[in-house]
């Protein structure tokens, strides 16, 4: 085992003997320490000198050597990286510290890398091991092993010309044109299709290597549609090399051929049901399942190939999402505006209502209804503000005279309808220069439509209802899925040789210990969470605070939360804060009421100005109001002020669980410790200075950008007039909001937090070099300690994101450290956090399912079977599943310096995922990640204007130029009172 390391001078404060508690004991150094090291806590982490010292102290950071090429890959050297050149030999895998001294430990071993950091050397390291701790349960998960052939798939381009046309339609195009040339170009084979560019055939096709080019026909409604598909061989997918990857020959897994193998799975289903990423879905048949708006939920399954050890695997799943319903614009409309019956609507929409309905119905499509069987299909990208009997276009008449004609006098005279409701207004349909426009009611909502808009609270809350399954029910779909797919009587699976199992994969599991957590108080009481679940009672806070000046703020009116509620609740918040060793001390300074997100910034400000020193404002909402957004963003933003809200409900109707559940969150608000790991079961990685990162992005929901265009066989039906003024619109125009949080204590449990506005949707963390080097300096002024290792954790990178967040983001971290100085080179590993997939594990066992959901138990952990034939990664599911089936977490390592064995990495995972301070239950990821969303989550409040004209609160607008950018960035940062402390818990 490691000798147990401490503080060395280089992390000193004070002599070389002291040591911070929870790093160890305090170790002197056994050498002469650089010209570059200091010893005194007053010099800042970024002043430390810059020579290249010689010191062999442990821990330290000496560099030796001649030249540092190319670590960052940002040219010939770190020069363009600091004003002044350095000397000493280093690279993103080089040791962070010397290893003179150093024992090896069995668990834990000196960061070692490749030799240079080129981009050839951003490999994912391979899985040192497989893990051993805890206990072994049977599992079963929803992979399905494929059995492949070998030989070659052989890949062909596909380019049709007119391009642009929608998936769905390209297939027919391929579908048509494989038919029609059967024998002539594919001699008779079944060739597969991804909908846009790649064909893949079992056996070479006759054409060569040539291009060749056929001309398709499609029927049309009123015309046919002529094509010209051009068809170029690319190469050949190795099913050879994909078989020696599965069998660990090689260390890269060939893309191409898992695509391939993807896009053969895929085509049936794509040509029977509607796909929506890698699910499909089909309209309901003897199920309804309205979400309100317009909107109704739709079940279909997921499926995606997957490589795992020695065998493929097809992961499927049950899955479900919003679609539109396919209806009426104005039954649309109805739904959209709670109008009950339309026939007591005799009047134009407000501007309110307008206002929400364009809304909801732009961007989707819609088809006419008065021209017989040409259901012509249109996309919306407007709302007019006039009705249909004022709403006007010049129209061209057969003598070439030129009149203005409003669209309901139009209908009325070229198809003799008259409009039911002429005061309504008109959808703006097509390219938004051109205005065209149609009457609501000539138009149905085109089935199919995926909903991309956010639900509201009301319909999460519907959907998750609907969709939650226990565990063994979610089994039995799943089964019954792979019963109804019957994929070994694919034809085209038949053609490439493929067969699929039709039973669940068996694995074996671990059940991994949970961690002790230690308490504060006189007791100093320690608990062992049973089922990821413990609680607080008889125990007290590892270090409350004292809260002597606080304040209560009842925005919620005096007839729904009285005066003597507001008094009781005050009481027993009191008691239950005294009993968890978190005492508010005597009667609020201040309780009043307001009324109106208007009234917090004078508020606030008379608070702050008033009551020196204060800690607290309890705010008391009524419900779901734009308020909250502005009590955070005037408390956190503009007077540091701690604010913690409580619903009007529970001020009313107090309950111990909720009062203790505040407690916990106000603590940490006000620089408080709840519990930590006890330090005795912390892995190896806490002997010396570590420093733990959580990373998210948060995007707005994804907007459908749509290109105004018309159908491929339709012309305008109303004639193209005038321009209108309308109203404006920004696509896409909110920006993703980056977050990344840092430990500030050996524990760990304070956290500290960066974040920043880019552009809308944007994956990889543009300023992240930046971020890091502040939570660097905190976490040395925090603990006079410079960490020798980082541990990060990434949330929300999806598989094929992995590469370039990989190498923009290590180098960011690597930057980071060498700004603050020269040499300092801390070992790093890199930890993607997956939620997002569709891997599910189920009991083989009934005795070991847990509760009435028949989960999985809290820390099983697996790493063999289903998991990537070479790489780090492994699936742990930290949480009790209270409702629907658990979803395991995916952990992948792309990169570790610090060379963990998969005991170590799993165990110290699953205990960060105990250290969550808002609740005493063990959360699905670990607390570093878990904090980065929720700073994420909590600036797109702070992002909210004052001027509150709907129930969210609008927003800034994001538009992407950098004076909007600069603003948003302003509006986002902290006060520095608050930066201090977990204001997001």
Known sequence: MYAPLGTPN????????????????????????????RSSSSSSFGSIGSSSGNGNCLGGMAPTGNGLTNILGLGSGVGNLQNNPISGSVSLGTPSVSQQGMSSSPGLTRPNGPPNGSLQEF????????????????????????????????????SIQPDKCPRRVNRDIVDTMVQAYSQKVFNGQRPVFDGRKNLYSRDPLPIGRERVELEVTLPGEGRDRVFRVAIKFVAQASLYALEEALEGKSSQVPVDAIQALDVIMRHLPSMTYTPVGRSFFSPPEG???????????????????????????????????AFYKAQPVIEFMCEVLDIQDMQEQRRPLADSQRVKFTKEIRGLKVEITHCGTMKRKYRVCNVTRRP???????????????????????????YKMKLQFPYLPCLQVGQEQKHTYLPLEVCNIVGGQRCIKKLTDLQTSTMIKVTARPAPDREKEINNLVRKADFNNDPYLKTFGITVSNHMTEVQGR??????????????????????????????????????????????????????????????????????????????????????????????????????????IVVALPGKTPVYAEVKRVGEIMFGLATQCVQAKNVNKTSPQTLSNLCLKINVKLGGINSILLPSIRPAVFREPVIFLGADVTHPPLIDR????????????????????????????????????????????????????????????????????????????STHFKPTRIIFYRDGVSEGQFMPVLVHELRAIREACMKLEVGYQPGITFVVVQ???????????????????????????????????????????????????????????????????????????????????????????????????????????????????????????????????????????????????????
Request: glycine residues 8%; charged residues 15%; proline residues 7%.
């Open 287 to 321: 199920y309804s399942h309205p979400l309100g708006g317009g909107r109704e939920v739709w079940f279909g399954f997921h499926q995606s190939v997957r490589p795992s050890y020695w065998k493929m695997m097809l992961n499927i799943d049950v899955s479900a999402t």
């Open 511 to 616: 059940v991994l210990p949970p961690p002790k957590l230690q308490y504060g108080g006189r007791t100093k009481a320690q608990v062992i969470p049973n089922q990821g679940v413990w609680d607080m009672r008889g125990k007290q806070l590892y270090q409350g605070i004292q809260i002597r000046i606080w304040a209560i703020a009842c925005f919620a009116p005096s007839r729904t939360v009285g005066e003597e509620a507001l008094r009781n609740f005050s009481q027993q918040l009191q008691r239950i804060s005294n009993d968890a060793g978190m005492p508010i001390m005597g009667q609020p300074c201040f309780c009043k009421y307001a009324a109106g997100a208007d009234q917090v910034e004078p508020m606030f400000r008379y608070l702050k100005n008033t009551y020196p020193g204060l800690q607290l």
């Open 388 to 414: 249909a009997q004022t709403q006007s276009f010049p129209l061209q008449l057969d003598s070439g005279q030129t009149i203005e004609c409003t669209v309901a006098k139009y209908f009325l005279e070229r």
């Open 123 to 158: 490999l994912c390291p391979p899985r040192p091991d497989h893990g051993s701790e805890g206990r072994v349960i049977s599992l079963k998960v929803n992979h399905f092993q494929v059995r492949i052939p070998k030989g070659f798939i052989h890949h062909y381009d596909i």
């Open 10 to 37: 280089f992390f000193a404060s004070g002599n070389g003997n002291s040591g911070l508690p929870g790093f160890g004991n305090g170790l002197s150094c056994t050498g002469s320490i650089g010209p570059g090291s």
């Open 706 to 781: 749509f290109k105004p265009s018309l159908s491929l066989n339709c012309d305008p039906v109303v004639v193209i007039g005038n321009s209108t003024q309308l109203p404006t619109v920004e696509y896409c125009s909110k920006p993703s909001i980056a977050a990344v949080v840092a430990s500030m204590d050996a524990h760990p449990s304070r956290y500290s937090a960066t974040v920043r506005v880019q552009p809308h949707r944007q994956e990889i963390i543009q300023d992240l070099a930046t971020m890091v080097r502040e939570l660097l300096m905190q976490f040395y002024r």
């Open 835 to 985: 939620k997002r997939h569709h891997t599910r594990l189920f009991c083989a066992d009934k005795k070991d399912q847990i509760g009435k959901s028949g989960n999985i138990p809290a820390g099983t952990t697996v790493d063999v079977g289903i998991t990537h034939p070479m790489e780090f990664d492994f699936f742990l599911c930290s949480h009790a599943g209270i409702q629907g089936t658990s979803r395991p977490s995916h952990y992948h390592v792309l990169w570790d310096d610090n060379h963990f064995n998969s005991d170590d990495l799993q165990m110290l995972t699953y205990q960060l995922c105990h250290t969550y301070v808002r609740c005493t239950r063990s959360v699905s990821i670990p607390a570093p990640a878990y904090y980065a969303h929720l700073v994420a989550f909590r600036a797109r409040y702070h992002l909210v204007e004052k001027e509150h004209d709907s129930a969210e609160g609008s927003q800034l607008s994001g538009n992407s130029d950098e004076r909007n950018l600069a603003a948003m960035a302003r509006a986002i940062s902290v006060h520095p009172d608050t930066v201090k402390v977990m204001y997001f818990a």
